[in-house]
């Protein structure tokens, strides 16, 4: 345990023993989730899985963690990258590259198999999936956002909210733009057809809004923290915590998650009955 000494004088013994059985996976190898990545290594967390679909990108060697210069920009899968990363910190932690997208049995099986979930994800369609899995089979689920909106007086910040014990969630919370994360999982002939009658909405367009590494390491850090506390059993997650770098300020959200929630109150528990492989089988047919 000397490694962990300076965890050990915060969490307690036992509390690092929690770390170190602890099984988490993390959904997003990018900017937030590579952070993510590296901090539950240090932690001592003893299973991390890691689940992403691509490769690395030139343009992501501005805030990956797990990226370095040497990197090539095509053929680094970024799943493969962060399996590195562990291994280099700690070889004792098991690691689980999972090169999938979410909407895949692979990626569905490694968040069944977790006792914890990070969604470091780019849109709302994915968050939505998430929210239900997690739900229905009764995971913690941290979801994480960082948002940058230039201009003269740049807004710049992100939040953190941790779904724990179905006592709220993304989506009773209004966090979620739910006609947004529609439009993420319509199907391409449905997205086709909506363009021809409304034209090309900006929601439509990839993800490619600045991103800078120190509001994605904030943002990870906030999170991380509010696992480690409540795998530790210092206290449970604060259920949402609002980062605004612009102000300089962290707020606690105190608000009571809606009584009416589909997701915490219909779906929570639920397991197989909630047929959430229903996603999987959407895009399987769009794919097909």
């Known amino acids: 345990m000397e490694r962990f000494d300076r965890n050990v004088r915060f969490f307690g013994k036992e509390g690092q023993d929690r770390l170190r059985r602890a099984s988490v996976v993390v959904i997003g190898a990018g900017g937030l989730g590579t952070h993510v990545v590296q901090q539950l290594a240090y932690l001592g967390v003893g299973q991390i899985a890691v689940v992403d679909h691509e490769d690395l990108a030139t343009s992501n060697k501005n805030r990956y963690v797990s990226a370095y210069a040497g990197d090539p920009a095509q053929g680094s899968r970024k799943v493969d990258l962060c399996r590195r990363m562990v291994r280099l910190i700690d070889p004792g932690i098991e690691v689980l590259p999972v090169f999938a997208q979410l909407r895949s049995h692979e990626a569905f099986d490694a968040i069944k198999s977790a006792a914890y979930t990070f969604g470091c994800l780019d849109n709302d369609g994915a968050r939505v999936v998430l929210t239900e899995l997690c739900s229905a089979y009764k995971r913690p689920y941290f979801d994480l956002a960082t948002e940058i909106v230039p201009g003269a007086q740049p807004l710049y910040g992100g939040r953190v909210f941790a779904s724990w014990a ?60 509010e696992f480690a506390v409540a795998v530790t059993r210092l206290r449970e997650p604060h259920r949402l915590l609002t980062y605004r770098g612009d102000l300089g300020r962290v707020t606690l959200s105190r608000d009571e998650p809606a009584a009416d929630c589909y997701y915490c109150r219909e779906v929570y528990g639920l397991g197989d009955r909630a047929e959430v492989e229903r996603y999987i089988l959407s895009l399987a047919s769009e794919i097909h």
């Open 166 to 225: 179905g006592r709220g969630c993304p989506v009773c919370y209004g966090l979620l733009d739910l006609v947004e994360a529609r439009q993420d999982l319509e199907s391409p002939a449905a997205r086709a057809d909506r363009a021809n009658l409304y034209g090309l909405q900006e929601g439509d367009l990839a993800n490619v809004g600045p991103s800078v590494v120190s509001i994605n390491g904030v943002v990870a850090s906030l999170a991380v923290t």
